[in-house]
């Protein structure tokens, strides 16, 4: 069973530089709004924002870690391309449905992909009505029916100040980061995804190239 880890952070917070140790190989990158990487470095990028392309690079994919970058803007250019031709009344509602319902189905098909494989889903967050901060979406049926985040074990947030750029691996009580406990020794690391990838194969023991 493949693992499916959720990357939250605002734009700038360091979600794409934590792909930077990776070597060519390691790692696949699915580059879903054609962004250039915030570094220098020959990583591979496949640049897609269609569903059923996802999958089938997801199904093909070489590399035992796989990146899409930013996963979030898959139901963003999905809504944007649709919506003003869609209609109303229960065109709209359906459009929303398909809207949760393509992403619902991305998630859930990595834990039938091969288990050394990791799939990073990369996302904006936002805080919702309730204070806490989670991963941004659209529509009410991915907040209230789905909760993204649930169908995470794994939920790292990406935060920065002027000083350093980190991940969180646990709630602070205001957002939905989360990791299996001993996974991590302390609540901030580095921003550095190899070595999360490194830790999550050392806990699950799971084989990969980054850990050769």
């Known amino acids: 069973m493949a693992i499916p880890v959720l990357i ?4 700038g917070s ?3 530089a934590s792909l930077r140790n990776f070597k060519k190989g390691e790692v696949g990158i699915i580059n879903v709004m054609g962004k ?3 570094f220098k470095g020959d990583l591979p990028l496949i640049q ?9 690079i997801l199904a093909e994919a070489k590399t035992d870690s796989v990146v899409i970058d930013d996963a979030g803007y898959l139901i963003t250019d999905y809504f944007m391309t649709k919506h003003s031709s869609t209609g109303a009344g229960n ?4 459009l929303y449905n398909e809207l949760a319902d393509k992403f619902y189905s991305l998630i859930r098909s990595v834990p039938t992909m091969p288990s050394n494989k990791i ?16 991963p941004k979406t659209i529509g009410k049926l991915l907040d209230e029916k789905v909760n ?11 935060v920065s100040d002027q000083q350093k750029h980190v991940f ?7 957002d939905v980061a989360k990791s299996p406990m001993g996974m991590f020794d302390t609540l901030e690391i580095d921003n550095d995804l190899k070595a999360v990838d490194i830790a999550i194969r050392n806990f699950y023991d799971l084989k990969g190239e980054s850990t050769k």
Do not use: W
């Open 48 to 56: 897609t924002c269609n569903y059923d392309a996802v999958q089938r």
């Open 168 to 174: 969180l691996t646990q709630s602070s009580g205001f």
């Open 148 to 158: 993204v985040e649930g169908l995470f074990t794994i939920v790292l947030r990406c």
């Open 119 to 134: 799939v990073y889903f990369m996302m904006h967050e936002e805080e919702n009505d309730s204070g806490s901060i989670k």
């Open 8 to 11: 939250m952070g605002k734009s």
């Open 91 to 94: 065109a709209v509602f359906q």
């Open 14 to 16: 360091g979600k794409s």
């Open 36 to 38: 250039p990487l915030p």
